[in-house]
């Protein structure tokens, strides 16, 4: 239930052509909903503009079929982030109008007269971290904001990336996305003067750990204005990157 | 040199005010003067918005003294962090008109007449945890932005925070600032719809292995919308915010 | 072996029905039992208040069904934890009376008489969470205890949670169990005067390594009176558990 | 301000012998008392059993000695831990009535009358890790219960643990405080069938790595039904301790 | 090539059964092999007292097929170790004389007449620890050595540890396996006054970390006189246990 | 375009066999090319002597075929590592001239006129560390050095190395691979005065930790002038090798 | 009261030149004695062949001469380890025919007419690893043990290990102490066929993480037959090692 | 003992201008010298092209001092690291000709005739790195190597650096010293076809650990042809760097 929906349901108490009861009935559900394994939360959109994500990793295809139907109760719109094939598949035959990204791993479902606003650009240091900027391009998407993406523009070939800082001053804010050794925030972080969010991946090998090293680099970061996100967390990096987008409107 | 200087001086050139040979004379050390044992980077403050800061630990008196001289040659304000009280005195000695705020560990210069703009909300766990929040508040104040405090407001006692939730709506960005099991970022993103920025501080013992444990819970947050610093890093944090905060202009 | 069961045997002596003879050829097993690749601790019974557990990880499917029926001959219950679904199935096959909770992982046989007593709340911050809080269930249920659920109520809606704060004040212990950023303990802890337990689980990625990040913040707990288990280890939270509820009898 | 002294104010305002009037002005203050550096949280012990204990690690005399006076305004009993001895110098000239426990390293106030309740049994496996325990100890007396304890009966000379198994099994539960290996709460925990909380100890050099050896060996205990604390943590192992010994009542 | 093949050779020479042009042509391989991809090593057995063993992981079948008939054209036994079965069989059909003993993940030739000497105990604290305890004893007997074993004695029942002293008595040398808490090896260096030798295994979950935590433990056992092995090596542990075997002879 | 071909092409420009028209567009591609999901860099061979390299892991194989066909059309030689069997089978069909390196998990495709140079001596501790050291071997081969190699030298039978100085000696610089203790190179980096480059491989198990412990020992190598690579980075060591190798000419 | 005291006090009750009364009230004391911050465990002697041994960190003055006087009234023997100057001056004044060895930081008492056993070889790496090996050295001399030592052989000047081989090849058993890389251990278990015990100092500075990197490359040692003791513990070396030389009586 | 001294000896005994007792007594000395805590290697020089360097850490005043004077018995040059103030002090006292290089905590004897020769560039990050690539440089020097250094140049104003490209491609070989995120040599590596070695600094707090994060980043290093050394090891990169700069004589 976004706010949208909220305010029109009490205006049609106020006018009379939903009743006081009916409307108790629908608000009852509001803050959350207990279906056993989950207390889905209808609340969030009106506390935090965009309704409750399903994170699908741990989950029964059972379970996430029946959270997003319940969601989708009250919100015109859903993301299901980390979907696996086979649960996508299930997802989206419960939910036909459902659409699999699978690069980015997300299943969602938007309305489709959402207008997008504002300038989110998603920068990737190699081809391999492009999955983890593709989660952050549908979920900032799907919120409602602008995304340009410039990908594999490593420090390896700094040329590549200096050619192109003209896109990256046109951004409100800045996701740039690298695994290895993370090198690449700190470079953009010193060359524009934009919020930058910084998502380490799990991208490397041997003493990359997972994608501890390239997430040390970035908490290190000498160029001040850095956030960091946990390691493959396009997701996270890109619910922070809308809500600074939203600021600059 | 900070974008005015800089534009007063090319009218300055066009109205013949200054010859191009005393024009090119500045700008020869803009993109950085080279000390011998520094690199000024005097085009910083064009680039991102803010003159270079000195960073103070690992330099000695003599160092830092000679950088914040250049510093001030070209630009009106100066900023240096992570300084002990004898380097304090030193640099205060040095340069008359700056001041030594010593909670937040910082000497600064700032010009009078600039007016502060937005609203950053900084946040502590606890007591201890202040002088970080001190680092961060000093920091967003000498680069231009508001701030308002509210200092230990964490979980143990939750009403404090929940009583008190009606400030952090009023933000543009909040830092929050925690250490040990650094947990109140978490439940602060599932109450605001701001960009949230965590910093852990090294506060604790034990398993908090020097703040160890509450970086990894911040990386970890389940609220989404969340960034997060390096330990007990408030200037860094002030940097990501002030930028957010200036996009809400 | 069971106290009751012993007990019995040392009056059936006194009242001859048993010769001294038979007894001291039951009680020569008690201590333990050498069946090669394990000693049967029969005696675990009497010394901490329930029968030996298999714990099956590392175990033939062989050790495991001959170690279950060498301990049924001396006790009424048996606990078979971390059993997967072909061991199950042996397991079941040869022990027709034992039950499979697959959630749980779990194969126990339970004394139908058996009432339950005092009151256990099990908390989880999510649904990926909810197979370690059922492991810790069926322990505790087969152990004599009585248990209540709370599934899903993590600090992203933090309002699921302080709806239901009265079934926490009726719980004699609380058991909390939270992956990811492990932030529940150190919030109900705040919450609740009962002694609290902690189990973090493996849920998460990146910088949860493998459940390290929800364990750190769990022993960190600003909270004071929080105890911590190993990651995943709901087996071990209901023994705790279970202690602490029968001292409220 | 504790449940008794909120009970005494209700009656006193329905016997009329105090106004409505201060009766408001004192319960505003209840939830909390905002000093600014600091959150006092007076309605502590009406929610947790116990007020709000002063952490001294990373506060400054000035802000502790300030905290405890406005805590003792609403509160007859005073714990403020982790503390150094100069600032217990500050701390008991300040409030006379209060005593530091040097070893504990803390500073209480305790109303006399206050008869201990139940059996607490704390055991050291070294001298060395003494310290810790008297922190457990100390804190355990004041909030109210009654403590044993056995000291230096680490496993390398089993026999006086065993010789010493008496006192174990008298108490409610058990608080092992052991550093370097941190075997100690493994073997105890096979030996009693009560609660049995370890802490771990900082003790140790080389690969005890600060304490978290032995915090794996007790995380990883085999012996069921051990809860684990923060290594160093004895005011944490007492409060949970406390909880569980009151439910024996 | 064993010393007793050596002094046969040169005794040879001396009595002029064998010409000095073949003995060089004998002796001339017997420092080492080179066959590519390993040097093998014929003159290990000199040099102390065992001829060289193949590690099987990280090699090809046909890698360790061509250097176990190298090996075994100068010695008369074999060992080789981290098998896995289809390596085995692959062995095991080119030398048909070979044996392989699943559970020790060991394929051995080992010469008839050879009587073994001494007394190695070893212990393991569970079932899942025997694999390691397998190849521990596998490799002495192949070596020369007596071996006694006890199996799953932990702590957990700690009578059934001390009713079997008088077997650790009878050792030369005890070798202690235990995964988890790894306890076993503090509480038995401190039963008996004989070299013991600890041997951690990655048995266990979460914050056992693979052996981590029972390696530590292991490391800072307050009883002196432990030495420490590497995870899961059961071998080495054996070869260390056969040299302090020996010297009792 | 490697610097042949481009001094070609501006000789042709010079002597108007090529219009500056088609010189431009040819160059226009050297900086990169935006292939959507990849930049590739076709003026690495100018900066740094060798056209860009594929690292295959986390690529697709439609990805890995597209780059290589588009670094093929300016270069003549091709270097993709880290190539599994099945990318490898896509690769070699779409780009028959290419050549596949099992054991190196190298595609790579060379001008065959190429002679090689130097002398780059690579020396492997073990048979498992040889899949390692092959990829060193190819990649420097292919970049145009002369590579001698020493297997399975490790010290457990130090005559082995010591035997075989005489070819250290000839080296311009010396590749030592090891895994689990990874001493080689300290032993190495000790007996000759020719630059060392240390490869730690994740061979081994237990406290290896996949690696680690070989990456610290050489770290720490009490030898002086070893330089350190990333765990199994035989393609790195080779770079580095090769450019040391060519200073030698 | 180590064995011949034992005997000799039951040859005098038999001889009754000593009554069965205070016969008993020597013996009461023999299992342990409680001073209440310490058990002193007397027994030690006859369970482990030497005397309980006072490892002074973490203790006061006071706590470890009282120990030191209980200890020498059934003992004529004395070591306390890990002793810092001052507790030093304490204890030697307090027991005046006790010795300090500085470099050591050992105190002891030892009987004058034991004649030392068998040969222990203590080797260090460098100069800096000397502390520890002295440590090994008093500990092994006190317990009974010869000693010879090889100091500053490590393998960046291999000749000066090699050239003293004859000195390894006369040991029962050899303590190899080494900081930094740690690799002395792996060469010297390659060149002996003794048992061999490896101790990690915390020499070293960056990566050698306080000794981590050493004991991380003995515990991976390639030679097998090594021991591991943790970092700095030169007595429990010594404690092992006097084990295994007694065998070889 | 230098290979020009040694071969002069020889020339000396062909020339009978020495006895050959007289030679045998000197070159008796030549492999090592054991002074009992140090066994001084000689013949280092002949085998490594630099006489044996006493590194400081761990040794006390008069050890280092003994050392040195007999190291000058038969080489011409001396080379102390990690020489703390005081013992500079008594090192200079001792050997008159010495200097002392106080950034560098070098002492060192030069001779004076000494072309240096090639070319070395040392670059550093930021300022605080300057002592350990000033501890790179005085090596270098001392060995006979050109150095020109770059300071001061990290990514947060990428135009320092590409404004000095030409210096780092005038190098044979680069130093790239940098602490915190440690991003330079990635960058560097980019740019240039010279080898390069990385030395990370333990410059930074919080998540740098003491200078881990920018060691993992090295080692995770995009750029090809990068050796990583030890943290603040500028001494072995300089020795590194001194072999390779040789070859291109």
Chains 1, 2, 3, 4, 5, 6, 7, 8 share one sequence.
Do not use: W
Request: proline share 4%; glycine share 8%.
């Amino acid at each position: 239930m976004d706010t949208n929906h909220l305010q029109q349901l009490l205006e049609q108490v106020r006018s009379k052509s939903v009743s006081v009861h009916d409307a108790l009935q629908q608000l009852r559900t509001l803050p959350y909903e207990d279906v056993g394994f989950a207390s889905i939360d209808h609340h969030r959109s009106v506390r935090q503009g965009f309704p409750e994500v399903i994170f699908c990793e741990g989950k029964t295809k059972a379970q996430v079929t029946a959270i997003a139907r319940k969601l989708l109760k009250t919100s015109r719109s859903l993301l299901a982030t980390r979907v696996q094939p086979d649960m996508a598949r299930a997802l989206t035959r419960a939910i036909p109008k459902a659409t699999y990204h699978k690069e980015a791993r997300i299943v969602s479902v938007q309305p489709s007269q959402k207008s997008r606003r504002g300038n989110i650009v998603i920068v990737t240091a190699g081809t391999s971290d492009i999955p983890v900027a593709e989660e952050a391009r549908i979920t900032a998407e799907v919120m409602g904001s602008c995304v340009q993406t410039l990908f594999d523009v490593g420090v390896a070939g700094l040329h590549r990336l200096l050619d192109r800082q003209k896109v990256l001053h046109q951004a409100r804010v800045v996701i740039v996305v690298a695994g290895m050794d993370g090198v690449l925030p700190s470079v953009i972080g010193g060359l524009v003067d934009r919020p930058t969010i910084a998502v380490p991946t799990s991208q490397g090998y041997g003493a990359s750990f997972g994608g501890l090293a390239a997430l040390l680099t970035m908490l290190n970061a000498c160029s001040s204005g850095v956030g960091v996100m946990n390691i493959d967390n396009g997701f996270g990096a890109a619910c922070l990157a809308h809500r600074i987008n939203l600021l600059g409107e």
